[in-house]
């Protein structure tokens, strides 16, 4: 996600990470995408190289993407360049690292 600049002390400081159509456009970037079967839950789930990403489906906006990685030595060249390119980062939930841009 991206920092708001315009944030006031105390508000989510989180823009958006775009358009639905523009993350998947991003990822499709990064040989990420969809695998053409029927969705059956409230969510759109990407492929990519070593790791899956979950975006729910319900928003046009998209606030946050779940990623579960893999295989670690094929997925993490390609998630720091995916976020270097983006502008976005990416934050582990079990450790709390942050990683790529801020």
Request: a negative charge; proline letters at 6%.
């Amino acid at each position: 996600m991206r920092p708001d600049p315009d944030a006031e002390p105390g508000e989510p400081a989180m823009l958006a990470l775009g358009r639905r159509a523009e993350v998947v456009d991003t990822f499709g970037s990064f040989n990420t995408s969809e695998d053409g079967s029927t969705r059956t839950s409230g969510t759109d789930v990407l492929y990519g190289p070593g790791f899956v990403v979950e975006i729910a489906s319900g928003q046009d906006d998209v606030m946050q993407a779940m990623i579960v990685v893999q295989d670690e030595d094929i997925a993490w060249p390609v998630l720091s360049r995916l976020c270097r390119q983006s502008g976005w980062s990416m934050t582990d939930m079990e450790s709390g690292r942050v990683f790529g841009s801020a």
